[in-house]
């Protein structure tokens, strides 16, 4: 699950104009993240627009989130498609390219960014600055379609990818003991004949959806983690 709380930003077909930012945390920590916005100099000095806050009464930090997103008081502020970002977010990616990659992409999918997916981040922990023992993910991927016109030298398109499947690699191993073999649907094997085997990466909690999704993760109360279900 993410730390202390979240951000939601909805955005409108202009990734820049009258954006939303929603700062969701536990009532737990509600009045001292509004006295640090309101005072600390670093924080009100930053552009507009300002953080909303909201404080669900039935948020606390074992809250799954997935389930977070079936709240009353989240599903209320959020009416558009969203992005979703962990409040200890630390990233040289720009988030511009981010936005547009995933608007482009998810369009040219089914030809509708409001029916298409959404993209997640995952980085290489390994590396310079490697973090020993630091926890990763098994994730399964697939090489999109080739566009039609090459990708300017700056796009993120050549760092996509289709993702299969996700998982720690704790709930991995908890798989493999239990069943002694890690089972892989057929369908998938026959539908995507080359798929690449990751276990060095580890999701950033770097979202992008449309707003079906929301409706998606409230109908289907058995998803818990954004990041293993959704």
């Known amino acids: 699950m993410f730390l202390t709380f979240l951000f939601f930003g909805c955005f ?3 990734l820049y104009k009258n954006p939303d930012i929603t700062l969701i945390t536990p009532p737990s920590s509600s009045i001292a993240i509004e006295a640090a916005i309101s005072r600390n100099p670093h924080l009100t000095s930053l552009p507009l627009p300002r953080a909303d806050i909201i404080a669900p009464k039935s948020l606390s930090q074992n809250t799954g989130t997935a389930e977070l997103l079936r ?3 989240v599903q209320a502020v959020i009416d558009r498609d969203f992005l979703i970002l ?6 040289e990616l720009s988030g511009e390219s981010l936005l547009e990659s995933w608007m482009t992409q998810a369009a040219n999918v089914i030809g509708s ?6 993209l997640g981040v ?6 310079e600055h490697a973090v020993k023992g630091e926890e990763t993910d098994f994730v399964i991927t697939t090489q999109l379609p080739k566009p039609i016109v090459p990708p300017p030298e700056t796009s993120l398109r050549p760092y996509l990818s289709k993702l299969l499947y996700s998982t720690t690699t704790d709930t991995l191993r908890d798989i493999m003991d239990e069943k ?3 089972p892989i649907r057929r369908s998938l094997i026959r539908k995507h004949g080359r798929i690449r085997l990751l276990t060095t990466h580890r999701a950033a909690h770097i979202y992008l959806f449309p707003r079906w999704i929301l409706d998606f993760v409230n ?3 058995k998803l818990d983690s954004i990041s293993e279900d959704v």
């Open 12 to 14: 409108t077909e202009s």
């Open 71 to 73: 709240l009353p008081e």
């Open 86 to 91: 962990p409040c200890d977010i630390v990233s």
């Open 113 to 118: 960014r409001s029916l298409g997916g959404g």
């Open 122 to 127: 995952w980085f290489d922990t390994r590396g």
């Open 180 to 182: 002694k073999i890690f």
């Open 219 to 221: 109908r289907n109360p």
